[in-house]
């Protein structure tokens, strides 16, 4: 990757990841996995949190399949693609309401790159109380140093 920028992920709603799409985030790696994932209504918290993990856990852009009927070999790919491990990848933005379904799992990462972002969709209005980077920013201040 030497020369070359990191890449923005997005987890999130059809209507938002399609949005970033078209303008311009989309990419696949050397390995042809995507930057991004569609939560679609059926997608399980645990695929959620597999995928946060390891963006893009079947080939495509859409998680909709069961584990259960899935190949075992192409399920154990998963390791493989860890996302919060890619060299590739500096920002994720997630809508702030899937972020709540895995809220264990973003709070776990204490690392600064890749930064998690958490960002409104259509249907959910941003709340600044639920957002963990803002908490955290929160705590690193006083009230006299925002003065």
Not at 22 to 44: A, M, Q
């Amino acid at each position: 990757m030497a020369g070359r920028g990191k890449l923005i992920a997005v987890i999130g709603d059809e209507d938002t990841v399609t949005g970033f799409l078209l303008g311009g985030i989309g990419e696949l790696n050397k390995n042809r996995h995507p930057n991004f994932l569609v939560v679609e209504k059926d997608t399980t918290i645990n695929e959620i949190e597999d995928t946060f993990r390891s963006l893009g856990s079947l080939p495509g852009s859409v998680v909709e399949a069961n584990p259960n009927q899935c190949d075992p070999p192409l399920w154990d790919e998963i390791d493989s693609r860890q996302f919060l491990n890619r060299d590739d990848i500096g920002i994720i933005l997630i809508n702030q309401y899937i972020a709540e379904m895995v809220r264990h799992a973003l709070d776990a990462h204490q690392q600064s790159i890749p930064a998690v972002l958490e960002i409104p969709s259509k249907e959910h209005p941003y709340d600044a109380a639920k957002d963990s980077i803002l908490r955290r920013a929160r705590g690193m201040f006083t009230a006299e140093d925002l003065r």
